[in-house]
């Protein structure tokens, strides 16, 4: 059971929330749970939704990455919730459970992931496993792949969505049902 | 305090009882809030940890540059120095 309980839909009704919960249910992350918890502090629901939704479908780093990225670190921050969930978008765009597996495990062997890749699931994995690897040499590799606004917009997406799982873990939120 | 350090060092910590010790200090909203403030921190210092900021000013006020900051601030960002509760 989760240790803040959401809002009712029907107690929401301030038009850009509820519009933001649109937004949320059509991507699939997150659900509509939450925006109904965070919508308890009326203030800062609406940026903290607006920054999770952009960060992920929006930008010039491929959603599919990100996509796999997030699930990474979701699985990282013992998050069941944000971890179940999937991004429609992602879907559409080809990215099946098998792509995901691979990019959670062993990515480094895997022949499914570009080197590019390889070095953008690094960069989420390293950051909150030993975050002194992630160093002036790693940051060189990087640049090979990706350029530094892209690598800011990795870099903002991996840390938001981290401290948001990592918020979701501590609510004790479960896996939504029917999710893998 | 006791909830940021747990959401970083031991989150199976908070559980239902913690959450009730935090609400008899905070409502509902607050608490949101909190959390909100806290996940976004924990996030974000780390990934600024990564990009060896250092302080723009001096501890007497002048204004520096990264060169200079990393003189006097040392080697190692204070963003990715454990807290003495942490250590």
Do not use: W
């Amino acid at each position: 059971m989760i240790y803040v309980a959401p809002l009712p839909r029907e107690a929401i009704t301030d038009p850009e929330m509820l519009d933001l919960i649109e937004q949320s249910e059509a991507l699939g992350v997150p659900d509509d749970l939450f925006p109904r918890i965070v919508a308890r502090a009326a203030e800062q629901a609406k940026p903290f939704m607006r920054a999770l939704l952009m960060s992920h479908a929006e930008g010039n780093v491929d959603h599919c990455l990100k996509e796999i990225i997030r699930i990474l670190l979701a699985r990282f921050a013992g998050d069941r919730y944000f971890a179940a969930l999937r991004s429609r978008k992602a879907r559409e765009m080809g990215l099946d459970e098998e792509r995901i597996a691979a990019g959670c495990g062993d990515y480094e062997d895997s022949d499914l992931f570009t080197e590019a890749e390889k070095c953008a699931l690094r960069y989420a994995d390293q950051m909150y496993l030993d975050a002194t690897k992630v160093d002036a040499a790693f940051y060189a590799e990087i640049k090979t792949h990706f350029t530094e606004p892209q690598i800011m917009e990795l870099g903002a997406f991996i840390a938001f969505h981290y401290g948001m799982q990592m918020f979701m873990r501590s609510l004790g939120a479960a896996a939504p049902r029917g999710t893998p | 305090m006791r909830y940021s350090e747990l959401m970083a060092t031991d989150p199976d910590a908070i559980d239902a009882a913690f959450l009730d010790a935090l609400r008899q200090h905070y409502s509902e909203e607050e608490i949101v809030e909190l959390g909100l403030f806290i996940g976004f921190n924990l996030g974000y210092h780390t990934f600024f940890g990564t990009l060896k900021f250092y302080p723009l000013f001096s501890p007497d006020g002048r204004l520096l540059t990264q060169a200079e900051s990393e003189k006097i601030y040392g080697p190692a960002p204070g963003s990715l120095q454990p807290s003495e509760h942490a250590k």
